[in-house]
């Protein structure tokens, strides 16, 4: 029997990034239903073509840097490639960042999803916010 998880994130800081998709991942690989939502500060990472640094909020991130750590992007794409993740951007931070929908990484649902929908799909699922 799978469960249900649904991961809310709007961090951009590489730590909150990092557990965000250890556990997805994870979570997915075990063979659990997994839904992400990328929002407000964290969208900006997924977009084609960006290698920007995610900032440390603290030491724990700065180490992550400099160790051979798989990278969030890399977590998540393990998430949709080896287990049953989607992951869904917020149609509300597309917009005010100005990113397109079809500029974001190949495995990211080509859908947008407001809010309200999100948390409708949550309604039956343990949430986990960062």
Not at 19 to 36: F, H, K, P, T
Not at 105 to 127: A, C, H, K, N, W
């Amino acid at each position: 029997m799978s469960n249900k998880m649904s991961v809310l994130v709007s961090s951009g800081d590489r730590e909150q990034l990092q557990m965000a998709a250890m556990i997805s991942s994870v979570a997915a690989v075990s063979g659990n239903e997994v839904n992400i939502f990328l929002s407000m500060n964290s969208l900006r990472y997924f977009q084609q073509g960006d290698t920007n640094v995610a900032p440390s909020e603290g030491e724990v991130g700065a180490l992550l840097q400099n160790k051979s750590v798989p990278d969030f992007r890399e977590l998540f794409r393990s998430a949709v490639e080896l287990g049953d993740a989607q992951i869904y951007p917020c149609s509300m931070a597309l917009d005010i960042l100005n990113i397109p929908a079809s500029g974001l990484l190949d495995y990211i649902t080509p859908e947008p999803l407001g809010l309200t929908r999100f948390l409708d799909m949550s309604s039956d699922s343990q949430v986990l916010s960062f």
